[in-house]
């Protein structure tokens, strides 16, 4: 298992975009499909002796394309793969899609509830 919820996410996910995954952002002119990610919170721990066996991310998976149909195939395929019973996450709602008018850009965006041990 990774030791993090990115670490988790990047490989689960890589090969559905020829390993096209990034944190954040993407560099200029990256070939599409492909993935962002990024942390955006997450359960709160108790820390009681200053060691925490299990911790939790709530991470943001943003699946970019040149059209709808290809950002929610992927998108698909992203839940498939981190819902699936070896890796501890739960998607947190539905997919949302968006377009970039700036970049011409299809999106479908998700997140999940990932467990990890650091």
């Known amino acids: 298992?990774?030791?993090?919820?990115?670490?988790?996410?990047?490989?689960?996910?890589?090969?559905f975009v020829e390993g096209r995954c990034f944190p954040d952002v993407a560099p200029a002119n990256t070939a599409r499909p492909y993935i962002t990610y990024q942390a955006?919170?997450?359960?709160?721990?108790?820390?009681?002796n200053n060691s925490v066996a299990l911790q939790n991310a709530r991470m943001q998976v943003n699946v970019w394309a040149d059209s709808r149909?290809?950002?929610?195939?992927?998108?698909?395929?992203v839940i498939g793969a981190l819902c699936q019973p070896s890796i501890r996450a739960t998607a947190i709602g539905a997919p949302v899609s968006t377009y970039e008018s700036d970049t011409k850009l299809y999106g479908s965006r998700a997140d999940f509830s990932i467990w990890f041990t650091p």
Do not use: F
């Open 1 to 15: 298992m990774a030791d993090s919820a990115e670490a988790i996410v990047a490989g689960a996910v890589r090969d």
């Open 40 to 48: 955006v919170g997450g359960q709160s721990q108790s820390y009681l």
């Open 69 to 77: 149909a290809v950002a929610r195939a992927v998108m698909t395929r």
